[in-house]
């Protein structure tokens, strides 16, 4: 933990990523603070990245949230963190952002194990595992809430959920907005 | 011909300049960034070349006729190329020529929308953050180097003045969001709860909030409208009878314990209503004081009807969906139900707790729902509970008529005690206080659903309020009709007063007494004062109830438990009294009923808003504080999501109920003869009819007249019944259609299916036939009537 070059974002960049994200000027200046002091020494913001353990010490992502590593997963590349993916991995997150892009990003964290494109039993199993917080989950209950899902969801009987079928269900739903929502990216 | 030529080769000459200059520039990852800088290049070099090229187009009509061609078809190769990668050369172009033809100047204009709105909605796009600047650097290149062009020439200035402000208008529009973000109070002490509790205790601090935002918008309207003009512009305390303290009651008025009854000094203050003077007009500004003091009573109702009507349409437009929520439960729980603001490892751990309680409760719901238990015993005890509700509730409603009259009794003797002064308030706050753990415990009887119990619990103790209320109230109608009674002989004894005190003076001396003492006259018991004055004590009352209940019921409790737990006998923390939760629809419901009373109130006594407005400032860093020591988060969780239009419809309910006392005791009482703007008129909605006469012209008293005849008020109402009907025919409409619409796309997704597992199975069967003659080709069919079989949505092909 070190402190990067202490470049601050100049005027057109702060405004260019105020029209590219849902963030307001403040919060983009706090992730900018936050990230400066996580990165490495000596490097400018724009080159650094974060790996994934580094990025785990925000208090959003910390041991508590059961999805932080599919979160991870779906917001870096090659497994780093760009300043930039920081900015859109919050911009998504964040109480103004619309329910497309949220519903879109939801979907991509909840197909989990093949990332076939398609969240399919498997994937349902190991997130209800993760909702559940343990492993040990019994079989019946796990079949049984399985069946539920795709009946209520799955429309065209592939035993799947496309993501189609996910935006309907969740297009519906008065909770999915308020919460898959984190404020706060400050240390 | 040749000049064009001789232009392309320039540009394409000059292009490469620029790209051998790139590499001394400062590093930088993005083509188009390169490009972009190229275009600015660009643009100067060809500002330049354009004087020269202007004045070769004015010789040579024909050449300019070739080149407009020659223009326009480059003009729609660019477009081809800007559809796949906009390349930067090809774009500068036609750019800057004054003398495009308009129909590709209303091809560019169709461009810079489109591009324009590319940039308002890249936001939205799930793209990594790399394209997006990509595009829209590109975009706003584009927009530039158009706009630019198109705003040059005569005529197109006002075009380029309107994108130039649209441009302003859009950077302020983010400024001031950004303002309004900062400026909002307590956005850190509410995202501290929300990532400890949870958005269902927040969901509270929000409320309050709100509530506290609207208060300050009453409070400014009262203040700056009635009590302001009142104080500078009025005449002052002491120099008319409503506004002295009288005699009688002087040597007391600066008691703290008279004051803490809100009378003396305070009671002949610009709080209540008595204060006011019924003069038409005061000051220098003629300011109308009564008609500005009914006309802010009738608009805090207005408003704030308003404001939560706009509320509760905001969180119904949420909903989007048509309500079927109950098709998706298990969905929802699946990919909802984890928080993701929650920050601390016991929240999660409740959390995880909750969701496996509530995975295992909806499991066996679907699987109760086809059982069936002894429905007589049940049925028999829900009737028996609420029986003895219906009993409670009565028995709460009688005891209160009962005090209050005690208390009438009371305030005509002397030497009452301190209990005897404040049993109201006190039995109604033990009442509010004791009464729904009771409806709790006669409720588990009954056995129902935590959800519907919790139902039935919220409507018994909004029952009780609501009576508690109501009654308070009709105890109160008793105490003013008396007062009124009163009046004539009041009246009569200060008209002989002051009729003897000024004759007697006329046989004494020869000059004139000074007029009566205000402190002398002799005054009537003001009924609207008095009823102002109950408001105020109940509301105080409830502030402090509801301050000391948090401190005992929860601080000193988590002390208690903490401190004790080292020697006790059982575990203290995980046992009996354990920490407390916080109660949230309790808390909720009591924000409701004090605004209802704020209501209810502020039209007899205006400073009643002011002191509610305290009380939720302080209230809000109190209970801040006490959640965050003293409470723990939910065991089980209730969603806070649709109970939010809920507490919104009982706050419009509570706000009609408010409203009526209100407007009975205006149209119907008359006004106290000498306190309060209203003095001396037949019924206060009469100061209407006098400003109507005295300050607008005629014919407005004559539209007004016919308005407000019955025979166009009652058709409007009958229209508005009629439209009411029809809309709702309408909207009944809507939802079957629309249910019919799903079932017939379900029905067509059903037979999709049927029809190609049809298929499948009449390939695979003829590929078998086939097959019987071609051994070789037998595994190669089977495999692809397996691939056919499990790909649904790609065409079968043979």
Redo the contacts between chains.
């Keep these: 933990m070190g402190q990067c070059i202490r470049h601050p974002m100049t005027w057109e960049e702060l405004e260019e990523y105020q029209a590219l994200t849902f963030l307001t000027r403040n919060e983009i200046l706090c992730i900018h603070d936050t990230f400066c002091k996580l990165c490495p020494r000596g490097k400018y913001y724009k080159e650094a990245t974060l790996t994934m353990d580094q990025i785990s010490s925000l208090p959003a992502l910390r041991q508590v949230n059961p999805f932080r590593d599919r979160i991870c997963r779906v917001f870096s590349h090659d497994d780093v963190f760009s300043f930039e993916d920081v900015l859109g991995m919050a911009s998504v997150f964040s109480a103004q952002a619309c329910p497309s892009l949220k519903i879109e990003y939801a979907f991509r964290i909840y197909a989990d194990i093949n990332e076939n494109g398609f969240i399919d039993e498997d994937d349902l199993q190991c997130i209800i595992q993760r909702l559940l917080n343990t492993t040990d989950v019994g079989d019946d209950l796990l079949k049984n809430l399985t069946k539920h899902i795709l009946g209520e969801s799955d429309l065209d009987n592939d035993h799947m959920l496309s993501f189609a079928e996910f935006e309907h269900a969740m297009s519906k739903s008065p909770d999915f907005m308020n919460s898959f929502r984190i404020h706060s990216w400050g240390l | 011909r040749r000049s064009h030529e001789s232009k392309r080769e320039e540009k394409e000459g000059g292009n490469t300049e620029i790209k051998a200059r790139i590499p001394q520039r400062k590093k930088d990852i993005r083509r188009k960034r390169r490009e972009v800088f190229g275009e600015d290049e660009w643009s100067k070099a060809e500002k330049s070349c354009n004087g020269k090229r202007k004045r070769d187009w004015k010789t040579s009509h024909k050449e300019q006729k070739e080149a407009k061609n020659r223009e326009k078809q480059i003009q729609r190769k660019k477009e081809k190329q800007l559809k796949k990668h906009s390349s930067s050369p090809s774009i500068s172009n036609s750019s800057d020529n004054e003398f495009i033809a308009e129909e590709e100047m209303a091809h560019i204009m169709e461009q810079v929308e489109e591009k324009k709105k590319v940039?308002a909605t890249?936001?939205?796009?799930?793209w990594?953050?790399?394209k997006?600047?990509e595009v829209?650097?590109e975009a706003q290149a584009f927009v530039e180097k158009f706009e630019g062009a198109l705003g040059k020439g005569k005529g197109k200035k006002f075009y380029a003045y309107k994108m130039m402000m649209n441009k302003k208008w859009i950077k302020f529009k983010?400024d001031f969001?950004?303002f309004k973000?900062?400026c909002i109070p307590w956005e850190m002490k509410i995202?501290e709860i929300?990532?400890h509790f949870g958005?269902s205790v927040a969901s509270y601090f929000i409320f309050l909030r709100w509530m506290y935002g609207v208060n300050l918008v009453l409070f400014g309207l009262i203040f700056g409208l009635v009590i302001i003009p009142e104080i500078l512009m009025g005449m002052p305390y002491g120099s008319i009878p409503r506004k002295t303290v009288p005699r009688a009651e002087e040597e007391k008025a600066m008691d703290f314990s008279v004051l803490w009854d809100f009378e003396g000094y305070i009671k002949y203050s610009a709080l209540f209503y008595g204060y006011y003077n019924n003069q038409r007009t005061i000051g220098w500004l003629k300011y109308r004081l009564p008609m500005a003091y009914f006309m802010v009573g009738v608009s805090v109702f207005g408003y704030s009807l308003m404001v939560v009507i706009r509320s509760m349409a905001s969180n119904a437009q949420?909903?989007?969906?048509?309500g079927?929520?109950d098709?998706?439960?298990?969905?929802?729980k699946?990919?909802?139900?984890?928080?993701?603001?929650?920050?601390?490892?016991e929240?999660?751990?409740n959390k995880?707790a909750s969701?496996?309680t509530s995975?295992?409760e909806?499991?066996v719901d679907?699987q109760e729902s086809n059982k069936e238990e002894n429905i007589h015993l049940t049925r028999f005890l829900r009737v028996l509970a609420n029986f003895l509700i219906i009993c409670c509730l009565c028995g709460s409603g009688y005891l209160i008529y009962f005090v209050v009259k005690r208390s009438q009794e009371f305030s005509k003797m002397q030497n009452v005690s301190w209990y005897e002064r404040n049993e109201v308030e006190i039995v109604m706050s033990l009442l509010g206080m004791f009464c729904p753990p009771l409806f709790e415990t006669i409720a588990a009887l009954e056995n129902y659903h935590p959800r519907i119990g919790l139902k039935w619990q919220l409507g018994r103790i909004f029952a009780l309020f609501l009576g508690n209320l109501y009654t308070f109230l009709l105890a109160l109608m008793d105490d003013v009709h008396l007062k009124l009674s009163n009046e004539e002989a009041i009246k009569n004894i200060t008209h002989w007063t002051l009729f003897n005190y000024y004759n007697a003076s006329m046989w004494n001396e020869s000059v004139t007494r000074p007029p009566l003492h205000p402190a002398d006259v002799p005054r009537g018991s003001c009924w609207e004062t008095t009823v102002g004055i109950e408001f105020v004590r109940l509301t105080v009352s409830d502030i402090l109830v509801t301050f000391i209940t948090i401190l005992l019921g929860d601080f000193l409790r988590a002390c208690f438990v903490r401190f004790m737990n080292y020697c006790w006998c059982w575990d203290l923390e995980a046992g009996f009294p354990s920490y407390s939760e916080f109660d949230i629809s309790g808390n909720v419901l009591g924000l409701i009923f004090n605004q209802g009373m704020i209501w209810m109130g502020s039209f007899y006594a205006p400073g009643l808003v002011g002191i509610n407005v305290l009380r939720l400032l302080t209230s809000m860093y109190f209970q801040c504080w006490a959640v965050m020591s003293s409470n723990v988060p939910h065991e089980r969780v209730f969603?806070a999501?649709?109970s939010n239009n809920f507490y919104m419809g009982l706050l419009l309910l509570v706000l009609f109920l408010s409203l009526l006392p209100v407007a009975y005791t205006i149209m119907s009482l008359p006004p106290s003869f000498d306190c309060g703007p209203f003095s001396g008129k037949n019924r206060m909605y009469d100061v209407i009819q006098e400003t109507i006469e005295n300050d607008f012209p005629a014919f407005v008293s004559k539209i007004f007249g016919y308005i407000a005849n019955p025979g166009l008020i009652i058709p409007a109402i009958l229209l508005m019944a009629l439209a009411i009907y029809y809309l709702n025919s309408v909207s009944k409409g809507l939802a079957r259609a629309n249910t019919q619409l799903r079932k017939k796309i379900?029905a067509l997704?059903e037979a999709e299916?049927i029809n190609k597992s049809n298929k499948a199975s009449a390939a695979m069967k003829s590929l078998q036939d086939t097959n019987n003659f071609k051994n070789t080709n037998q595994l190669q069919a089977t495999e692809e009537g397996k691939l056919c079989w499990n790909s649904?949505l790609t065409p079968l092909q043979f």
């Excluded at chain 2, 890249?122 to 799930?126: D, E, H, L, Q, S």
């Excluded at chain 2, 098709?327 to 929802?332: R, V």
């Design positions: 940039i890249i936001r939205n796009k799930p990594p953050m790399m997006k600047l829209l650097r983010r969001d950004n973000t900062q995202k929300e990532s958005s949420e909903n989007t969906g048509e079927n929520g098709n998706f439960t298990f969905s929802f699946m990919f909802t139900s984890w928080d993701y603001l929650i920050g601390n490892t929240t999660a751990d995880y969701i496996t995975f295992k909806s499991i679907e969603k999501s649709k379900q997704r299916k649904p």
